[in-house]
């Protein structure tokens, strides 16, 4: 079993992967021809959000799993990864605290206005008077998406003396109570936070969800920040709302384009840009690598599947129509608050007892926003001649 190693993962993780007996190969910043050529002798391929994993390399592939070290997969063609049968899954857990570290970061830049004071000082200038900011304490902070890393944001927000307001409808009230936030709409949020902060996925349903539109809500104190994934912020929109001072600032990790050459906002003095730095620290690189080489490993000697973002189209047709029904259950009970659970039990009777239900463990568990701790699912099959062969329950 032959692994590529596209961006760099923790030395751990590599050496995990081959202490189980794979053949591990590093190759770093190959170009999508130079993958296609390659890539036909490998069964494993791990990247980060450097190496974008197109169509064209997938189909040249005999790939069994596509693992991302980090959280977004939007540098990887899912849907070609379905259909040719494999699995794609990430590591959501290892870059959580580095990116809400950042977010607390650029809040108080923007707050404080930091980077500008540094560039006047290194210009041999004294603005003291011009670089009046704002204290953090008392305002508030209005998070979009209130999963891992938006919890652990509010959680640092409170404790700054910050009143944390948020919007997500799959977090059950009783999620919001137990981080000290209120759940609103996203119009509230828009129109009360001092500070707006963006943590959702990219996905149809998050792009441009801060628009035109949305900007126009906030108050013209107000500033932004995006250390989620490019394209959930309008670039052009923000554009227009900091270069006609409609809001007041905006910090930036994370670009439609990256690098954002030639992109506007650069020339922004009220616009602070950072080079996707949310999970660029030495702890989390090396968390979410050894966390993508272990999950590689369980699917590949035990059939354990963890994190998966799809799952294969390559499955037994009478498995499928439970998959969406497993995977809306799963979203139900996050709703009911549940959430917190430590396991998740997942039962399948009648004639689907009788085949291999872990590809529908996998679907209850699969996207789910957990911000207190993680599922650990597990699953029971039973049979018998007065169960309902349909009968699927989580």
């Known amino acids: 079993m032959k692994v590529l190693v596209a961006d760099d993962i923790s030395k751990n993780g590599v050496e995990m992967l081959r202490a189980k007996g794979y053949k591990v190969d590093v190759r770093t910043g190959l170009k999508e021809d130079e993958l296609v050529k390659a890539i036909k002798d490998y069964d494993v391929m791990l990247v980060r959000s450097a190496t974008k994993v197109t169509r064209k390399i997938i189909e040249a592939s005999k790939l069994k799993v596509i693992g991302r070290a980090g959280i977004g997969v939007d540098n990887i063609d899912v849907e070609a990864a379905t259909e040719r049968g494999i699995l794609v899954m990430n590591a959501p857990s290892g870059n959580v605290i580095s990116t809400a570290e950042l977010t607390i970061g650029l809040i108080f830049a923007l707050a404080r206005r930091i980077p500008q004071a540094d560039a006047s000082m290194k210009k041999g200038e004294w603005k003291r008077k011009e670089m009046k900011g704002a204290q953090v304490s008392g305002k508030t902070l209005g998070i979009v998406g209130l999963g891992r890393v938006g919890a652990e944001v509010a959680k640092r927000a409170a404790s700054l003396g910050m009143k944390v307001i948020a919007y997500d409808p799959l977090v059950a009230p009783e999620i919001g109570v137990k981080l000290h936030v209120r759940l609103v709409t996203l119009d509230r949020v828009l129109e009360e936070s001092d500070f ?14 801060v628009g035109k539109s949305e900007l126009v809500k906030m108050k013209k104190s107000a500033v932004l920040i995006n250390c989620a994934r490019g394209g959930v912020v309008n670039e052009d929109a923000l554009y227009e709302a900091l270069s006609e001072n409609r809001i007041a600032g ?7 384009n990256e690098p954002p050459t030639g992109s506007k906002l650069i020339t922004l003095p009220n616009a602070i840009l950072t080079p996707h730095l949310g999970a660029t620290t030495s702890e989390a690189q090396e968390d979410v690598g050894s966390e993508i080489a272990d999950q590689v490993v369980a699917y590949l000697q035990d059939n354990i ?13 009478e498995l499928v129509p439970y998959m969406p029904l497993a995977e809306k259950l799963g979203t139900l009970a996050c709703q009911l608050g549940r959430c917190a659970a430590g396991k998740v039990e997942v039962s399948c009777r009648g004639e689907l007892a009788q085949k291999d239900i872990r590809i529908v463990v996998a679907s209850a568990n699969r996207e789910r926003i957990v911000p207190l701790r993680r599922w650990t699912p597990t699953m029971e099959s039973q049979s018998g001649p007065e169960c309902n062969p349909a009968g699927a329950t989580a």
Do not use: S
Request: net charge neutral; no cysteine.
């Open 196 to 209: 707006l902060t963006i943590h959702t996925p990219l996905t149809p349903q998050t792009k441009d969800i």
């Open 305 to 317: 599947i963890r994190n998966a973002v799809t799952l294969p189209a390559k499955l037994d047709p």
């Open 250 to 256: 905006a910090a930036l990790d994370v670009f439609v």
